[in-house]
């Protein structure tokens, strides 16, 4: 009976040794998985805080486009402006060039003999 009993002692001791085994696979498994998890997170974080910049630029380019179109628009509104202007100073100066003469006699006739 010695010789059983000492098989199935080392039967239950593999067996031991064997579930033992496992369970340390299993915690290093288990301490893989968080690891990876914890890599995992910080891809995340970086990849948002890229995406974040990406659009950011893309924004900022925009804007910049958008800011040089307004202006340019701005730029050519001024310079109509001063066109049309420059074009009802010179009609004014005419108009007036023409009829500064009568004008003025006109205004003299006026204010001297209103009758």
Known sequence: MEGKGKAFFMKHIDLISRIVEAEQ?????????????????????VNTEGVRRDYLSQADRRISRIMAQENERTDNAIKELNERHAKDMESMERLYAENRAAWSGEIYAMVIDPS
């Open 25 to 45: 696979k299993a915690q290093a498994l288990a301490a893989e998985a968080k690891e990876k998890k914890l890599n995992l997170r910080d891809e995340l974080r």
